[in-house]
């Protein structure tokens, strides 16, 4: 499974590629919004700093606009995934622009129709929102695994992004599901490291150590 990082946050992306854990990065309107920046500037940042897909995301409703944003955003690097919402236009962008060659990551997908209808429209990712779905006590995991299914049905290349993620469990179950890529928070990255265990295993295992009056270096 491929690790999307969901920030718009320069420093959080870099601390991770160090560790070779970036894919690719998403971001959205609400994410660029809580960074301060300009929008295209910490895109361009973003694109020049990582390889894989990077998601930035049109705000135009009608498909014309989004054709237009999309244009525009993809100047900032060959590496942009141009973001459309899961709405009747944008799947008539989704359907363009991808035919131009251009990568397509269609958001905002809450059901296995709407993620059918994207694949049709030849998205490169679909991106299920998990949390958002757990929010009102609906499932957001059995969506994954429902369009796992559909898409390995009829064999669709479109990559299932599981988006919206929340926690550690959310990171686990969509690897399980068969998930292509998972967009996390980097604090939900950082934490997959983490175990009590681990924690008390060290303290114990430098304790003894200690014991030894001996030193590597
Ligand atoms: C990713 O592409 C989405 O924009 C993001 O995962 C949404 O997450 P949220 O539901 O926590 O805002």
Redesign the pocket.
Known sequence: MKFFV?TADIGAIRDLHQLGVVDGV???P??VAKSGRDFKEVVAEIAAMVDGPV?A?TVALDADGMLAEGRELAKIGDNIAI?VPLTWDGLKACKTLTDEGRMV?V?LCFSANQALLAAKAGATFI?P?L??LDDINLDGMELIQDIRTIYDNYGFETEI?A????TVNHMKEAALAGADVA???PGVIHKMAEHPLTDKGLEGFLADWKKTGQSIL
């Open positions: 969901d998403t971001t959205n609400s994410l998601s995301e973001k990551n958001t991106s929102f949390g958002r992004l988006a919206s993620i929340r967009t996390a928070p």
